[in-house]
């Protein structure tokens, strides 16, 4: 699917652009995926779903802060709730020369690492979204207000707490018929998760050979139809874990795992803690 280009207008008196984004969901996947010029702070404070950034699709959760380079393609996919802090900004919001400053080298380096998509986690995460809070209250056009601004640029790109989204090959949007293939397969494994999932029959869906399917996958999202499954179930089994009393064997074998070991294994290797522990941060 080509992303269409969002234009974004700042008001006179604003060299960059704060806004809430509420939507009560986000389930048109053709009119969302978007790109820009602009480079973009973004902080969903409500919903979980799914996010395309360039060609790293995952489920996400409420609490994430993600920087995106200009003309990355993304969009987020929701049937819930949804709100975000959004920060848009030009490259040369400030003049043509301001980054090229001595004391803006830190943040230019950010900006030019970003065409891939950063999440930003930890202590760096939560001093952000405070800051982001406060940007958003103050007065529009104010002094105040693009000094807030500079200080979260400076400290997300001071920050070693952040991973990147996007493989660094990625630039361009795939063509129509690459993503329509993709969303086939990522709609076969969110509306099957919870039962046996087999190669075989997602190849099937989009009419190529088992071996084909395979090195298609690997090659436009650079993980394995078993990574992908993976993720999708752990993500649903983090909503669980949050949601609901269930206990950690029923999540598991409700998300479609048949050897708990494996899941405890592979729910560590991508969360970083085990269910209990992640449960518990919850509470």
């Not at 982001?132 to 000094?147: I, K, T």
Request: charged content about 30%; proline content about 3%.
């Amino acid at each position: 699917m080509k992303a269409e280009l969002e234009r974004i207008s700042n008001k006179p008196a604003n060299s960059f652009l704060v806004k809430s984004v509420v939507k009560a969901q986000r389930l048109d996947f053709k009119s969302a995926y978007h790109y820009h010029p602009e480079y973009e702070l973004i902080w969903t404070i409500k919903s979980k779903g799914r996010r395309f950034i360039g060609n790293h699709i995952t489920p996400y959760q409420p609490g994430e802060l993600i920087f995106l380079g200009k003309n990355i393609p993304h969009c987020w996919i929701t049937n819930e709730y949804s709100e975000q802090i959004v920060v848009q900004m030009k490259e040369d919001f400030l003049g043509m020369d301001f980054l090229n400053t001595p004391e803006c080298q830190a943040i230019k380096n950010m900006l030019k690492e970003s065409y891939r998509g950063l999440e930003f986690f930890g202590d760096t995460k939560a001093r952000i979204q405070k800051k982001m809070e406060l940007l958003y209250h103050q007065r529009e056009g104010s002094f105040q207000r693009l000094m807030q601004l500079l200080d979260i640029l400076s400290d997300l790109a001071e920050s070693q707490e952040f991973e990147y989204l996007s493989m660094e090959e990625y630039r361009t949007a795939y063509n129509h018929k690459e993503f329509e293939r993709i969303q086939i397969i990522y709609d076969y494994i969110h509306n099957h998760y919870k039962f046996d999932l087999s190669i075989d029959k997602a190849a099937k869906l989009i009419y190529l050979t088992k071996s084909a399917f395979c090195k298609f996958i690997k090659r436009k999202t650079k993980k394995t139809f078993t990574q992908i499954v993976n993720e999708v179930r752990l993500g649903k089994a983090t909503e669980l874990l949050i949601e609901t009393d269930k206990s950690i064997m029923q999540i598991c074998y409700e998300v479609g795992y048949n050897d708990p070991s494996y899941f405890f294994r592979q729910f560590s290797k991508m969360i970083g803690s085990s269910p209990k522990q992640f449960r518990e941060a919850y509470k």
